[in-house]
């Protein structure tokens, strides 16, 4: 492999880095946020301004739910490079989609708009991404998820705090220690009906559901139908959209009987007992006042231009290491930048146990080689 191939690919592998967000949390409020348009979406502006109404009031419902502790300060949205370019569009700077906390994408199964968090942590860790469908986001499918705000609330709990979803959808009942049969949920205070519900050739059938002779419980088909109106306030993991849920479940009225994937992974525990004992907890106080509203930052994916500067004098010439993969002892960093030019000078340096080389630029000596790539 040439001496430039091999540095390349170096370049290349620092560019892409690795799937880490960049959320901090600084004085109750979240900064960093990056909610990413995926490239295979269609341009359409309206798109924007429902992240920008969903995280709005995402902001609020969640401020409330953590008993005025979080909100979400300032959030990025990164938009596609084929979007037509306008004004308000910034150039993005260390953001990517690797970076991207929320992902709005065509669904994963086609006609499938659930929203989702890739999930395959244990409870209390950090999650890897939220995905929402634009279908979802343009407010289409409120009718089967509920308002798209509160939502979002519960799929950041999944992906911040490791919590788990208070159903479950492949054991949705189960028999309580009172010998009655239970839809799993959390609360317990939230009432309904269990019915079959089966619709075929443009009819549907309602009917009482049947006991199962093996399984003491319900018949498959069989579903709880929360009641519309409620008033208990339990819980934002188990059914968000239900119009007086506004907490999540704590110690006081978790429901521990349950086979839901919270008391599973958390071993019992409720949700707010988790999320209380996270990192973002014991940093923070109370608030006081309102937070404000989120501030927006609008990023265009553009074009990264590559300089590199090599030096080719004397002092490469180091036999026991092909710079820069040939050498596991190798260490340091490269240092690129977007745009080249006289005005800008950057170093790297790699170094190992005998050899310390410098590489610098922009440099008009005979002995430095200045490459770029588009990326």
């Given at each position: 492999m040439g001496f430039f191939s091999s540095v390349l690919l170096l370049v290349l592998h620092l560019l892409q880095g690795s799937r880490t967000s960049l959320v901090q949390l600084n004085a109750n409020g979240y900064e960093g946020v990056l909610i990413a348009i995926d490239p295979a979406v269609p341009e359409d502006e309206t798109l924007i301004t429902e992240i920008k109404d969903m995280v709005t009031a995402a902001s609020t419902y969640l401020f409330e739910a953590t008993e005025k502790r979080f909100y979400f300060k300032n959030v990025s949205i990164l938009i596609p490079e084929s979007w037509k370019n306008i004004t308000q569009y910034k150039r993005q700077k260390q953001e990517s989609y690797k970076h991207a906390d929320v992902i709005v994408a065509p669904p994963t199964v086609p006609g499938r708009d659930e929203p989702y968090t890739k999930q395959f942590t244990e409870c209390g860790e950090k999650a890897e991404y939220i995905h929402f469908t634009p279908d979802f986001v343009l407010g289409k499918k409120q009718n089967e998820f509920?308002?798209?705000?509160?939502?979002?609330?519960?799929?950041?709990?999944?992906?911040?705090?490791?919590?788990?979803?208070?159903?479950?959808?492949?054991?949705?009942?189960?028999?309580?220690?009172?010998?009655?049969?239970?839809?799993?949920?959390?609360?317990?205070?939230?009432?309904?009906?269990?019915?079959?519900?089966?619709?075929?050739?443009?009819?549907?059938?309602?009917?009482?559901?049947?006991?199962?002779?093996?399984?003491?419980?319900?018949?498959?088909?069989?579903?709880?139908?929360?009641?519309?109106?409620?008033?208990?306030?339990?819980?934002?993991?188990?059914?968000?959209?239900?119009?007086?849920?506004?907490?999540?479940?704590?110690?006081?009225?978790?429901?521990?009987?349950?086979?839901?994937?919270?008391?599973?992974?958390?071993?019992?525990?409720?949700?707010?007992?988790?999320?209380?004992?996270?990192?973002?907890?014991?940093?923070?106080?109370?608030?006081?006042?309102?937070?404000?509203?989120?501030?927006?930052?609008?990023?265009?994916?553009?074009?990264?231009?590559?300089?590199?500067?090599?030096?080719?004098?004397?002092?490469?010439s180091v036999s026991s290491c092909s710079l820069p993969l040939g050498c596991s002892t190798l260490h340091g960093g490269l240092s690129t930048v977007t745009s080249c030019g006289h005005e800008l000078k950057r170093s790297s340096e790699y170094y190992n146990e005998r050899v310390a080389i410098e590489l610098e630029g922009p440099n008009p000596r005979t002995s430095v080689l200045s490459r770029k790539w588009r990326i």
């Open positions: 509920g308002p798209s705000g509160r939502l979002f609330v519960h799929e950041w709990a999944h992906l911040r705090w490791g919590v788990f979803d208070e159903y479950n959808d492949d054991e949705p009942f189960y028999m309580a220690k009172s010998k009655k049969i239970e839809a799993t949920r959390c609360s317990t205070g939230i009432t309904g009906i269990n019915r079959v519900n089966k619709c075929q050739g443009g009819s549907c059938i309602t009917r009482t559901c049947r006991i199962d002779a093996n399984t003491k419980l319900y018949e498959k088909d069989c579903q709880f139908f929360p009641d519309k109106y409620q008033t208990e306030k339990t819980s934002i993991m188990f059914m968000q959209g239900i119009d007086s849920v506004a907490e999540f479940c704590n110690e006081k009225n978790h429901n521990r009987e349950a086979p839901s994937l919270q008391n599973k992974k958390c071993d019992s525990r409720s949700t707010w007992e988790v999320i209380s004992s996270s990192e973002d907890f014991n940093i923070t106080e109370v608030m006081v006042a309102p937070p404000p509203a989120p501030v927006f930052s609008l990023l265009k994916i553009s074009e990264r231009i590559v300089c590199l500067v090599l030096d080719k004098s004397g002092s490469m």
